[in-house]
């Protein structure tokens, strides 16, 4: 017993039969608790009813003595019976190593088991501390007794709020993840969870700027000189050969002031972490709205959207082949699109000009037209390179240069026609054949002008580029005009053919007539 | 003619109404093509129709088909469920033109779906893939041999693709990250979860785990049971008629039942009206069955002609069998094929010079028809049914031919 290590005590938690073990010692536990001290196995066996034998229970007991969580002294009470006084007797007792693991093993039970609760007096009664610590700070001689009275007694309110408040979300958290929860459980966990939120949330809400004010009121009171004098008082009770008591006891005392601080003040970066618990309790409400709608959807006959999932996903890998999957995936999900035949602006231009009776088969009528280009390549447009541009400078170029030279031969015509003043006919001489043309045109003009017959007259050209003055001879003679085609007969007269600049005045009178096109060569 | 005098006002009217007539019809098509429309995804703009008409779309979707219309902020979702339980044409994709779902696929959509249930507002595909393995842990899924570690690439490609699927839909939205990432096993992907579009992501009316039944047709049934065609009546035959010609390509007269049938020998131009004017779907009525034209391909997902190799091949193939007119089978398709494949060797794909790449745009071709109900497929090869004569080839017609003139 004496090479049992400390921890020995722990190992019927985990071994084999440790429930017994455990019932045997939950039976010593509660002896004690009635303060009897001793027990026979006799009486063990009883107390843990019919969960095993009494052989069983004494086995037990020896392996409890031999890891230290019991104490076995020598039976001397008296027997009646030989077999009574022949066996080993022992009376058993919790040792102390043994009563220390129960108590630790019943604590952790607890603190497992327990909800946790969101505690909103701890909240009023924080509140309270502070404004008496503040009232201390402000007095010039505060009294270092109530000030480290209040300091404990606001840490073990806060402590007690924190780890509540914990507790309750780890166990919110977790009743929220079962998505098989039942009804009944549910909605009972439902109505205590919004009575709870609703007081502690609402007590939040309005204690935290409260008691953030508070903060730092104490601030601006100097806190730390407080916190000094608590931590020298403390340091006076401390053994002689520790280090810097005082120095410890300030730094710890400075950490629960920050924690307490940080609690229900905070900034972006760090946001209070009364600030995470409204969300998370806000948070909580939805998930708790999301099973509530879950749970109707049940309710109301509609299946868990995923389970259905899960169930086609096990139909179609039970479907006899791929066309029935294609089958399936069309029932189910009737996401598929419509399918119809194609119609062309020209098939509905000559269905409405020569419409089918609905009685025709479609053998007998007219059947869709093709483009030829597709039924012969597949594409409507024709594919392969785009056609080359032709260069067409070499034509552009004999054009200019026919231009050119009509344009010198209508101004050497136009040179040879015009005269030097008034000429007669008869003596212009003989006329090429361009020159002849513009000559016929003047004459034309000129003749063309109503006027009386023995005066002259004035006409232009239609390019206004020649004027002709034509004034009748009186002595009736006969002009002669030669040309390459022939000769020219008519009444004589005396002609004035002039070239006229653009720009000058029209000869017949008017506006100066404006120079059309460009490039003309000069008079 | 005299002219009349049109006051301002009623030319207006008539053109809102145009407009608004206009609008509606587009949103009937968008919740046809989608019927999960979400703010922000893929059909934004029909969506923004969609709220803005919500009750009167609503009230014609459960006259006409009983389907029902729930119209949100976020989202607007149309219950549609099918009025033919046998139509295996619509698999789920995980985009245009990707592969259809394999059953492993499928699964791991149900699992992904009952694992964000119990999510939090976000997740990351790590944690996503962590939740599956544990309810895939199902002893019932193991029985069925399906079974998911997450540890090999397939599977985590597997696993992407399911999200693809979720993103599209608008259950997820991506964060940050990259699927490829995490399917080379070097990053993450983190998602937004929208759980109201979740919880509308599933139309039964009885929820799945309710069912006992314990074979697949029964468990079919029961979960394709709706009440609104319950009613024995004209409403209810309507009804279910209406909700084929919405959704399906073609109706023939064969696939229906007595009462069905008898109630279109007299009832059919009506009930087709009623359907396409409000839709824009044009109705093409003939003897051996009906169904609605879209003029403007925003209310189906395939359609015939299309571009490309794929659409290529599905027509001539739908000429060829039109031609045919009898069963054709599958090698007799896969040569005809081969033979146009080398025809135009310089329009089609590079992969269709190979046996197998002939073998795969058959195997397309003969699919694409299938789902647009032009063919059966059977055992023997494939049937053309009465609408394929649409597709037969036509006479060639000579543009600007005119009359001479004496």
């Given at each position: 017993?004496?090479?049992?290590?400390?921890?020995?005590?722990?190992?019927?938690?985990?071994?084999?039969?440790?429930d017994?073990?455990?019932?045997?010692?939950q039976?010593?536990?509660?002896?004690?608790?009635?303060?009897?001290?001793h027990?026979?196995?006799?009486?063990?066996?009883?107390?843990?009813?019919?969960?095993?034998?009494?052989?069983?229970?004494?086995?037990?007991?020896?392996?409890?003595t031999?890891?230290g969580?019991?104490?076995?002294?020598?039976?001397?009470?008296?027997?009646?019976?030989?077999?009574?006084?022949?066996?080993?007797?022992?009376?058993?007792?919790?040792?102390?190593?043994?009563?220390?693991?129960?108590?630790?093993?019943?604590?952790?039970?607890?603190a497992?088991?327990?909800?946790?609760?969101?505690?909103?007096?701890?909240?009023?009664?924080?509140?309270?501390?502070?404004?008496?610590?503040?009232?201390?700070?402000?007095?010039?001689?505060?009294?270092?007794?109530?000030?480290?009275?209040?300091?404990?007694?606001?840490?073990?309110?806060?402590?007690?709020?924190?780890?509540?408040?914990?507790a309750?979300?780890?166990?919110?958290?977790?009743?929220?993840?079962?998505?098989g929860?039942e009804?009944?459980?549910?909605?009972?966990?439902?109505?205590?969870l919004?009575?709870?939120?609703?007081?502690?949330?609402?007590?939040?809400?309005?204690?935290?700027?409260?008691?953030?004010?508070?903060?730092?009121?104490?601030?601006?009171?100097?806190?730390?000189?407080?916190?000094?004098?608590v931590?020298?008082?403390?340091?006076?009770?401390a053994?002689?050969?520790?280090?810097?008591?005082?120095?410890?006891?300030?730094?710890?005392?400075?950490?629960?002031?920050?924690?307490?601080?940080?609690?229900?003040?905070?900034?972006?970066?760090?946001?209070?972490?009364?600030?995470?618990?409204?969300?998370?309790a806000?948070?909580?409400?939805?998930?708790?709205?999301?099973?509530?709608?879950?749970?109707?959807?049940?309710?109301?006959?509609?299946?868990?959207?995923?389970?259905?999932?899960?169930?086609?996903?096990?139909?179609?890998?039970?479907?006899?082949?791929?066309?029935d999957?294609?089958?399936?995936?069309?029932?189910?999900?009737?996401?598929?699109?419509?399918?119809?035949?194609?119609?062309?602006?020209?098939?509905?231009?000559?269905?409405?000009?020569?419409?089918?009776?609905?009685?025709?088969?479609?053998?007998?009528?007219?059947?869709?037209?093709?483009?030829?280009?597709?039924?012969?390549?597949g594409?409507?447009?024709?594919?392969?390179?785009?056609?080359r541009?032709?260069?067409?400078?070499n034509?552009?170029?004999?054009?200019?240069?026919?231009?050119?030279?009509?344009?010198?031969?209508?101004?050497?015509?136009?040179?040879?026609?015009?005269?030097?003043?008034?000429?007669?006919?008869?003596?212009?001489?003989?006329?090429?054949?361009?020159?002849?043309?513009?000559?016929?045109?003047l004459?034309?003009?000129?003749?063309?002008?109503?006027?009386?017959?023995?005066?002259?007259?004035?006409?232009?050209?239609?390019?206004?580029?020649?004027?002709?003055?034509l004034?009748?001879?009186?002595?009736?003679g006969?002009?002669?005009?030669?040309t390459?085609?022939?000769?020219?007969?008519?009444?004589?007269?005396?002609?004035?053919?002039?070239?006229?600049?653009?720009?000058?005045?029209?000869?017949?009178?008017?506006?100066?007539?404006?120079?059309?096109?460009?490039?003309?060569?000069?008079? | 003619?005299?002219?009349?005098?049109?006051?301002?006002?009623?030319?207006?009217?008539?053109?809102?109404?145009?407009?608004?007539?206009?609008?509606?019809?587009?949103?009937?098509?968008?919740?046809?093509?989608?019927?999960?429309?979400?703010?922000?995804?893929?059909?934004?703009?029909?969506?923004?129709?969609?709220?803005?008409?919500?009750?009167?779309?609503?009230?014609?979707?459960?006259?006409?088909?009983?389907?029902?219309?729930?119209?949100?902020?976020?989202?607007?979702?149309?219950?549609k469920?099918?009025?033919?339980?046998?139509?295996?044409?619509?698999?789920?994709?995980?985009?245009?033109?990707?592969?259809p779902?394999?059953?492993?696929?499928?699964?791991?959509?149900?699992?992904?779906?009952?694992?964000?249930?119990?999510?939090?507002?976000q997740?990351?595909?790590?944690?996503?893939?962590?939740?599956?393995?544990?309810?895939?842990?199902?002893?019932?899924?193991?029985?069925?041999?399906?079974?998911?570690?997450?540890?090999?690439?397939?599977e985590?490609?597997?696993?992407?693709?399911?999200?693809?699927?979720?993103?599209?839909?608008?259950?997820?939205?991506?964060?940050?990250g990259?699927?490829?990432?995490?399917?080379?096993?070097?990053?993450?992907?983190?998602y937004?979860?929208?759980?109201?579009?979740?919880?509308?992501?599933?139309?039964?009316?009885?929820?799945?785990?309710?069912?006992?039944?314990?074979?697949?047709?029964?468990?079919?049934?029961?979960?394709?049971?709706?009440?609104?065609?319950?009613?024995?009546?004209?409403?209810?035959?309507?009804?279910?008629?209406?909700?084929?010609?919405?959704?399906?390509?073609?109706?023939?007269?064969?696939?229906?039942?007595?009462?069905?049938?008898?109630?279109?020998?007299?009832?059919?131009?009506?009930?087709?009206?009623?359907?396409?004017?409000?839709?824009g779907?044009?109705?093409?009525?003939?003897?051996?069955?009906?169904?609605?034209?879209?003029?403007?391909?925003?209310?189906?997902?395939?359609?015939?002609?299309?571009?490309?190799?794929?659409?290529?091949?599905?027509?001539?193939?739908?000429?060829?069998?039109?031609?045919?007119?009898?069963?054709?089978?599958?090698?007799?398709?896969?040569?005809?094929?081969?033979?146009?494949?080398?025809?135009?060797?310089?329009?089609?794909?590079?992969?269709?010079?190979?046996?197998e790449g002939?073998?795969?745009?058959?195997?397309?071709?003969?699919?694409?028809l299938?789902?647009?109900?032009?063919?059966?497929?059977?055992?023997?090869?494939?049937?053309?049914?009465?609408?394929?004569s649409?597709?037969?080839?036509d006479?060639?017609?000579?543009?600007?031919?005119?009359?001479?003139?004496?």
């Open positions: 017993m004496t090479d049992a290590r400390p921890t020995d005590v722990f190992r019927h938690v985990t071994a084999d039969q440790a017994r073990y455990r019932a045997i010692m039976a010593f536990a509660a002896a004690k608790s009635r303060f009897v001290v027990l026979r196995p006799e009486d063990v066996h009883v107390d843990i009813g019919d969960a095993a034998s009494l052989d069983q229970v004494t086995t037990a007991l020896d392996q409890l031999a890891w969580n019991l104490r076995s002294d020598p039976d001397t009470a008296r027997v009646t019976t030989v077999e009574d006084f022949n066996r080993a007797r022992y009376l058993y007792q919790l040792t102390h190593a043994g009563e220390a693991a129960e108590t630790a093993l019943a604590a952790f039970d607890e497992l088991g327990r909800r946790g609760e969101l505690q909103s007096v701890a909240l009023s009664d924080i509140r309270d501390q502070l404004g008496e610590l503040l009232a201390e700070a402000r007095a010039d001689q505060p009294d270092d007794g109530r000030v480290r009275v209040g300091l404990r007694s606001l840490v073990a309110a806060f402590d007690s709020l924190a780890s509540n408040a914990q309750f979300m780890g166990s919110l958290q977790r009743t929220i993840d079962l998505h929860v009804v009944e459980a549910f909605l009972v966990y439902k109505d205590q919004i009575s709870y939120v609703e007081r502690f949330i609402g007590q939040l809400v309005v204690a935290s700027p409260q008691i953030a004010g508070l903060l730092a009121d104490l601030d601006a009171a100097d806190v730390d000189a407080l916190l000094v004098r931590a020298q008082r403390e340091a006076a009770d053994s002689p050969d520790e280090a810097d008591p005082v120095g410890m006891r300030l730094a710890a005392w400075r950490d629960r002031w920050t924690g307490l601080a940080l609690w229900f003040v905070g900034d972006e970066v760090h946001p209070a972490q009364a600030q995470l618990l409204r969300r998370r806000r948070q909580a409400i939805t998930a708790l709205l999301a099973v509530i709608a879950e749970l109707n959807e049940r309710r109301s006959g509609r299946s868990d959207r995923s389970a259905d999932f899960r169930a086609l996903a096990r139909w179609f890998a039970q479907a006899p082949g791929d066309d999957c294609h089958r399936l995936w069309r029932v189910a999900f009737g996401l598929s699109s419509a399918r119809h035949l194609t119609a062309s602006a020209d098939l509905l231009d000559a269905r409405a000009e020569a419409p089918v009776a609905a009685s025709t088969p479609w053998a007998d009528a007219p059947p869709v037209h093709i483009s030829p280009r597709l039924r012969a390549t594409h409507y447009e024709r594919r392969g390179k785009p056609t541009i032709t260069d067409r400078s034509e552009r170029r004999l054009l200019a240069e026919r231009m050119e030279v009509q344009r010198a031969q209508t101004d050497a015509a136009r040179r040879r026609l015009s005269t030097s003043g008034p000429v007669r006919l008869s003596a212009l001489g003989h006329l090429d054949r361009d020159a002849f043309g513009l000559f016929l045109d004459l034309g003009e000129a003749l063309a002008r109503p006027g009386d017959p023995g005066r002259p007259v004035t006409a232009t050209t239609a390019d206004g580029r020649l004027a002709i003055t004034t009748p001879t009186a002595d009736g006969t002009a002669r005009i030669p390459d085609d022939g000769a020219l007969l008519g009444a004589d007269h005396v002609v004035d053919i002039r070239l006229v600049a653009p720009g000058e005045p029209h000869p017949a009178g008017g506006a100066p007539r404006a120079m059309v096109g460009s490039g003309g060569v000069g008079p | 003619m005299t002219a009349t005098h049109v006051p301002a006002t009623h030319v207006l009217d008539r053109a809102n109404t145009q407009a608004a007539d206009d609008d509606r019809s587009r949103a009937i098509r968008a919740l046809l093509r989608r019927p999960l429309l979400a703010a922000g995804g893929p059909g934004a703009e029909a969506f923004v129709l969609v709220r803005r008409h919500a009750a009167w779309l609503r009230d014609w979707f459960a006259a006409e088909t009983g389907w029902r219309l729930h119209v949100e902020p976020e989202f607007a979702r149309l219950r469920r099918p009025a033919d339980l046998d139509d295996a044409t619509r698999p789920a994709r995980p985009g245009r033109g990707r592969p779902f394999s059953r492993r696929r499928y699964v791991l959509t149900c699992l992904a779906l009952a694992a964000l249930e119990r999510s939090e507002a997740t990351t595909l790590g944690l996503l893939a962590e939740k599956v393995i544990t309810g895939a842990a199902d002893p019932a899924l193991a029985d069925a041999g399906v079974v998911f570690t997450m540890e090999r690439i397939d985590r490609r597997d696993l992407v693709s399911v999200v693809r699927l979720l993103l599209d839909l608008g259950v997820l939205d991506r964060v940050a990259d699927e490829q990432a995490y399917v080379d096993a070097r990053g993450d992907a983190l937004d979860v929208n759980r109201r579009v979740l919880s509308v992501v599933l139309t039964t009316t009885r929820g799945p785990s309710t069912v006992a039944e314990e074979s697949f047709a029964s468990r079919l049934a029961v979960l394709g049971h709706d009440a609104a065609l319950d009613a024995v009546g004209p409403v209810a035959v309507r009804r279910r008629l209406a909700r084929r010609l919405l959704d399906d390509p073609v109706v023939y007269d064969a696939d229906l039942t007595d009462d069905e049938r008898a109630y279109l020998r007299t009832q059919r131009p009506q009930l087709a009206r009623r359907l396409a004017e409000p839709s779907l044009v109705a093409e009525l003939r003897a051996e069955g009906s169904c609605l034209l879209d003029p403007t391909s925003e209310a189906t997902d395939a359609a015939l002609p299309e571009e490309g190799t794929d659409g290529h091949a599905t027509l001539l193939a739908a000429e060829y069998l039109a031609a045919a007119g009898r069963t054709v089978d599958r090698d007799e398709l896969t040569a005809h094929l081969a033979q146009l494949a080398e025809q135009h060797r310089p329009y089609w794909r590079k992969d269709t010079r190979e046996p002939v073998a795969a745009v058959c195997r397309t071709a003969v699919d694409r299938a789902a647009l109900r032009l063919v059966d497929v059977t055992a023997d090869g494939v049937t053309p049914r009465p609408a394929l649409r597709y037969a080839a006479e060639p017609t000579i543009a600007g031919r005119q009359e001479s003139l004496l």
